[in-house]
């Protein structure tokens, strides 16, 4: 039986200035976009578009917002961090589904956030596919490609590019889908990226 995917999207706060860093800052996880996709029919059966209240650091998530085009109004009707834990257990079973991103960092906002919550992180590091970094290898380039760019140079359409976290998970899904059509396949990626002893421990602190 095919393993499912689970194509996920965060937006988070950022602290981009040489100075002025609050304490122990972390990325706090404003905004959750993702798509359950069937493993066999490669069809969306499910979907997650919210809010996430942040907690620790009030500023930065106020810079965020505005970057993001969140509202005061959208952060009313926000899910609190454990909730959204809740709602990605019900979608993603461990060692079945696969934990879909364009990059790495999603997955080391989403453990930062577990450990700063004292909570388990429900993702398992081994069911991770970076399609930045499959993307990559399969160019042969030695950086990664921007969203925007791969799905020009996959012929991709858009309706125009945002900062929403599920505009992001279904651009991340439509490139999954040209992928997984042109022949790429998730467990080789993964059976290399073993081989080359490049799965290393995700560092949450910081």
């Not at 599920?166 to 790429?184: F, P, Q, R, V």
């Amino acid at each position: 039986m095919a393993k499912d995917f689970f194509v996920v999207d965060f937006e988070f706060t950022h602290y981009k200035k040489h100075v002025g860093k609050p304490r122990a800052f972390f990325p706090e996880i404003i905004e959750i976009g993702a798509v359950k996709v069937d493993g066999e029919t490669l069809e969306i059966v499910d979907d997650i578009e919210n809010f996430v209240k942040p907690h620790f650091f009030p500023k930065q998530a106020a810079e965020g917002m505005d970057f993001s085009m969140i509202t005061e109004e959208d952060m009313e009707e926000a899910i609190e961090f454990k909730g959204m834990l809740s709602i990605i257990e019900v979608l993603y079973t461990p060692g079945n589904t696969y934990f879909v991103t364009w990059g790495d960092a999603d997955f080391r906002v989403i453990a930062q956030g577990c450990k700063r919550h004292s909570v388990i992180n429900p993702i398992l590091p081994e069911d991770c596919l970076d399609l930045a970094r499959a993307y990559k290898i399969i160019k042969g380039d030695k950086n990664a490609t921007g969203l925007k760019k791969a799905m020009e140079e996959l012929s991709i359409e858009t309706d125009g590019f945002s900062h929403t976290a599920y505009d992001d998970a279904i651009y991340t899904y439509e490139i999954l889908l040209k992928l997984l059509d042109n022949g790429w396949n998730p467990e080789d990626y993964i059976n290399q990226i073993h081989m080359n002893n490049d799965i290393k421990q995700v560092n949450i602190d910081g």
